[in-house]
């Protein structure tokens, strides 16, 4: 267990619906980093959260959106789903906002599947 | 912008044996951090190694190592004594002060009994 909780693990929807992604981070982690890993692709970096403010966006479809809470727990918001929008969602945490040498901790993703 | 390639798309040794995985990254950057994160089967990432610009010695953990060349920018992981274990894609990184990492497309590494 990474401490970096992500719900639902697997999700399986329409084309066109809305769907929620949560992610918890590790404890006394203030930021919380977004990955979308379409089919034996990288990870394309979404967004990125800091205590509460978002900090930094990636190639992030205005379609999509994001925001952390002040309990620093962060959702992931997919609209007007496509099946294009299959893929792996990672959410990721790290302790500060500029520490350099920090390396993320990684949830174990949740797998959505647009049919 | 920064990229980061590795060239290998997948590669497959025998256990025991000793294997080499490439990276190569564009910055114009000073400072900044690579990491080496496993994915196996499982989905989950797991940082595997990671090394500052600024130091020259080479990180080590365990059987893992980097060759660091940062005049080359080249970042390349070596896992020795192969283990049935380390079968997983592995991704190369890179990260600077916007705190953002970058990873590459991976390479998926078989090891063989």
């Known amino acids: 267990d990474s401490g970096v909780t992500q719900t639902p693990k697997h999700l399986i929807t329409a084309t066109g619906q809305r769907v929620t992604l949560r992610c918890s981070p590790r404890s006394g982690d203030l930021s919380v980093y977004w990955y979308q890993q379409s089919l034996d692709q990288g990870l394309q970096f979404l967004i990125q959260?800091?205590?509460?403010?978002?900090?930094a966006k990636g190639n992030i479809l205005e379609r999509f959106s994001a925001q952390q809470f002040p309990d620093l727990h962060s959702e992931l918001n997919l609209s007007s789903l496509e099946l294009g929008d299959s893929a792996l969602y990672f959410c990721a945490s790290s302790p500060q906002g500029t520490s350099l040498g920090y390396g993320y901790t990684f949830g174990s993703g949740t797998r959505l599947t647009v049919v | 912008a920064q990229t980061v390639t590795q060239s290998q798309p997948e590669m497959s040794v025998q256990e025991a044996e000793t294997v080499t995985l490439s990276c190569t990254y564009d910055?114009?950057?000073?400072?900044?951090?690579l990491f080496w994160y496993k994915q196996p089967p499982s989905r989950q990432m797991i940082l595997v190694i990671r090394q500052e610009a600024y130091k020259q010695q080479n990180a080590t953990e365990n059987r893992f190592s980097v060759n660091f060349q940062k005049a080359a920018k080249s970042f390349s992981l070596k896992i020795s004594d192969s283990q049935l274990g380390d079968t997983a894609m592995y991704f190369c990184?890179?990260?600077?002060?916007?705190?953002?990492?970058?990873f590459g497309k991976g390479t998926r590494l078989h090891i063989l009994p």
């Open positions: 990184a890179f990260k600077n002060r916007d705190d953002k990492i970058i």
């Open positions: 959260y800091y205590n509460g403010e978002e900090r």
């Open positions: 910055t114009s950057e000073s400072n900044y951090y």
